[in-house]
């Protein structure tokens, strides 16, 4: 921490941390190249599941899916 106010942190990765770069990189491009197929997904579900009950208040749509 700096002696700064408002107080400043820096965080940095472990090396075990770092080692998840290529993996989250890889989901972030598979992301990037189906996105157009995700929000078709996602409509798609959404015009089934209208009229469905809907999620109690303050929980997530995806936590109520669960």
Do not use: C
Request: hydrophobic content about 40%; overall charge negative.
């Amino acid at each position: 921490m700096h002696p700064v106010v408002p107080p400043r942190v820096e965080y940095e990765l472990t090396p075990l941390g770092a080692t998840l770069h290529t993996t989250i990189r890889s989901l972030v491009t598979w992301t990037e190249q189906h996105q157009n197929e995700i929000a078709a997904a996602r409509a798609d579900y959404d015009a089934r599941t209208t009229g469905e009950e809907q999620p109690a208040a303050g929980v997530a749509a995806t936590d109520a899916a669960r």
